[in-house]
């Protein structure tokens, strides 16, 4: 009897392995898939406006002239502002989680 169920919960396991398997390929094809056609959409713009697109400060649509430097140098810095933020906000959590409130809020159910 325990070994059929042995069997029938090896044989789930094997299928939650391939479906979680497939799962990740699909991912992957996806991520590379949204890579391809990034690069082959702004093909145009970067034999428009070349390399310097990145480096250049000038976004003047008039005279024909575009940089993504000030766009690019303002999502990094509120990225990293936003990574500070959550890593006092992450670390604040676990200290009160594991050593505060270990027998605080919760009355000690988290450890039992």
Same mark, same amino acid.
């Given at each position: 009897?325990?070994?059929q169920y042995r069997s029938q919960?090896?044989? !789930? +396991?094997?299928?939650?392995?391939?479906?979680?398997? $497939?799962? $990740?390929?699909?991912?992957? @094809?996806?991520? $590379?898939? #949204?890579?391809?056609?990034? !690069?082959?959409q702004s093909m145009h713009s &970067?034999?428009? &406006?070349?390399?310097? &697109?990145?480096?250049g400060r000038q976004w003047d649509?008039?005279?024909?002239? &575009?940089?993504? /430097?000030?766009?690019?140098?303002?999502?990094?810095?509120?990225? /990293?502002?936003?990574?500070?933020?959550?890593?006092?906000?992450?670390?604040?959590? $676990?200290?009160? /989680?594991? %050593?505060?409130?270990? +027998?605080?809020? @919760?009355?000690?159910? #988290?450890? %039992?």
């Amino acid at each position: 009897m325990v070994g059929q169920y042995r069997s029938q919960w090896r044989q !789930a +396991d094997t299928w939650f392995r391939i479906g979680v398997s $497939a799962m $990740a390929v699909i991912l992957l @094809l996806t991520a $590379a898939g #949204l890579v391809v056609l990034l !690069a082959v959409q702004s093909m145009h713009s &970067f034999r428009e &406006f070349g390399i310097g &697109f990145f480096a250049g400060r000038q976004w003047d649509p008039v005279n024909n002239e &575009f940089g993504a /430097l000030p766009f690019v140098y303002g999502t990094v810095v509120t990225s /990293l502002i936003g990574l500070i933020l959550v890593l006092f906000v992450g670390v604040g959590s $676990a200290i009160f /989680l594991t %050593h505060i409130s270990r +027998d605080g809020c @919760l009355g000690g159910r #988290l450890y %039992h």
